[in-house]
């Protein structure tokens, strides 16, 4: 069963500059002023990040950043993202975490990442994009998880280091915005994992709140300031993530990051909790292991549900170019994997069917001619097998639609590069169908053993530092 659709208002967000729908007026992406919490020892005094000491520790973390940028020894790269989505009933936080118009009122919330690329220094960005209200964060701090696992309750004692914005312990974040915290200084290396905990002592007063249902990875939340304990004891979980959509790290100059531009077969809807074992997160392990692929991060930007041409759960993947792949630091090529819930929705005759494989053509072709503006090669994707779910109607239409998708992605010569995850994954006796070691069950999404299928058969010379 594919995750559940739902139209709500899409805000895109960028750097300093305002886009709107005809919902949600959005307010700009505002990057801070610099500091640095110095590495090793205990999470510093909240009460002084503000002092005068810290405020030229700000100027000079500054200026060292931006003379290491001019003189080409570095530059800003996501190594993690989440796309931020409008928070549907069923994935807000549990009773007593959600009350009648506010949410995580005097509570910790203790979160995990798996990045992709290393560096010394970080920033964490904190969205609310789709928030009904302003999103007051009072204090933010980065920390490693015990045993280094994605959703670990736990941190390694003395290793959590404070977040400031604009040298101060919290912020508040604008309704439709993002803030972009000062850089810390806190090493982290290619695929380790971080721990993010924000305590918000009044909580965001709306119900309209900005998550990613689909993280695959557990969270933990607890009422009071717990900002600085080892562990959550007693703490409520959800496998979702909270407010957060991205860390970028100052990496070297020839790093840089591939954008993943999916739906729940990339958001990983069937791979492990926990697990990091998403086809994504497969084909950066692989890149990880070549010199010179190894310097490529690979960014998430897919959810369950979300649709090419038509707002699903998230908005659809024309109108988030902006804010999910343009707005990322580093970017240098751009992955398109989705479709099929465009086809899979649309109705099973035959004018429908046509309209939708035209449609995803054009839609293909726009996104292509906006990437290339962009100086970003786009590798298409093939639509991957549906033959048994219930997208599979008995005429065939959709399966016509999605032969004819396919055959354009390949043929066209539209795209920089063709994955073809179909021909990795149908089965060869009933290429209508996936292949049964493949499949999680519902003939649509993949288990772990199929998305490193996916991975594998991605060309990795695609990713090299001269690909571009």
Do not use: C
């Not at 700009?28 to 000491?53: C, I, K, M, N, Q």
């Not at 995580?104 to 928030?131: E, I, K, Y």
């Not at 045993?147 to 977040?163: E, Y």
């Not at 009071?224 to 080892?230: E, K, M, N, V």
């Amino acid at each position: 069963m594919p995750d559940s659709m739902r139209r709500g208002p899409y805000v895109k967000t960028t750097a300093l500059r305002r886009w709107a729908t005809t919902t949600v007026a959005v307010a700009a992406t505002v990057t801070l002023t610099v500091t640095a919490a110095a590495f090793g020892g205990a999470l510093a005094d909240r009460a002084g990040a503000g002092s005068p000491a810290a405020a030229q520790h700000v100027s000079a973390a500054d200026a060292a950043d931006a003379a290491n940028a001019a003189a080409g020894h570095g530059h800003w790269v996501d190594t993690w993202t989440s796309m931020p989505q409008l928070t549907e009933p069923g994935n807000m936080p549990p009773a007593p975490y959600t009350q009648d118009g506010a949410v995580f009122a005097d509570t910790t919330l203790r979160q995990t990442v798996h990045v992709t690329l290393g560096g010394r220094t970080l920033r964490l960005h904190l969205s609310n994009a789709f928030g009904g209200a302003v999103l007051p964060v009072t204090a933010v701090s980065v920390a490693r998880p015990v045993d280094g696992r994605s959703g670990a309750r736990a941190i390694v004692p003395g290793s959590a280091r404070q977040v400031t914005f604009g040298g101060r312990p919290g912020t508040t974040v604008p309704v439709g915005a993002q803030m972009v915290a000062d850089p810390l200084d806190f090493p982290v290396a290619a695929g380790e994992t971080l721990t993010v905990t924000i305590y918000l002592a009044t909580g965001q007063q709306s119900t309209n709140i900005t998550s990613h249902p689909g993280s695959r990875t557990t969270s933990y939340m607890l009422r009071g300031d717990h900002l600085d304990d080892a562990d959550l004891d007693g703490a409520a979980s959800v496998n979702h993530w909270y407010f957060l959509s991205a860390v970028e790290v100052q990496a070297p100059a020839t790093d840089r990051a591939t954008v993943v531009l999916g739906d729940s077969l990339a958001d990983g809807r069937g791979s492990t909790d926990n697990g990091d074992d998403r086809w994504p997160d497969r084909l950066r392990a692989r890149l990880a292991q070549h010199a010179d692929t190894a310097g490529t991060a690979v960014l998430n930007q897919a959810a369950g549900g979300n649709r090419v041409l038509n707002d699903g759960l998230g908005p659809n993947a024309l109108s988030r170019l902006d804010r999910d792949v343009f707005a990322q630091p580093g970017v240098t090529s751009l992955i398109v994997s989705e479709g099929v819930n465009d086809i899979g929705t649309a109705d099973a005759t035959a004018a429908a069917q046509q309209a939708v494989t035209a449609d995803l053509i054009n839609a293909y072709r726009q996104i292509v001619l906006r990437a290339h503006a962009q100086g970003i090669p786009v590798y298409g994707a093939t639509l991957t097998p549906f033959g048994g779910h219930q997208y599979d109607d008995a005429a065939g239409l959709r399966e016509a639609s999605r032969q004819a998708v396919n055959d354009w992605i390949r043929t066209s010569g539209q795209f920089d590069a063709v994955l073809d995850f179909d021909r990795a994954v149908r089965d060869p006796q009933a290429p209508r169908r996936l292949r049964s070691d493949l499949d999680v069950g519902d003939h649509l999404h993949f288990n772990p053993t199929g998305y490193q299928a996916l991975a594998d058969s991605v060309p990795l010379r695609l990713f090299g530092p001269g690909a571009r």
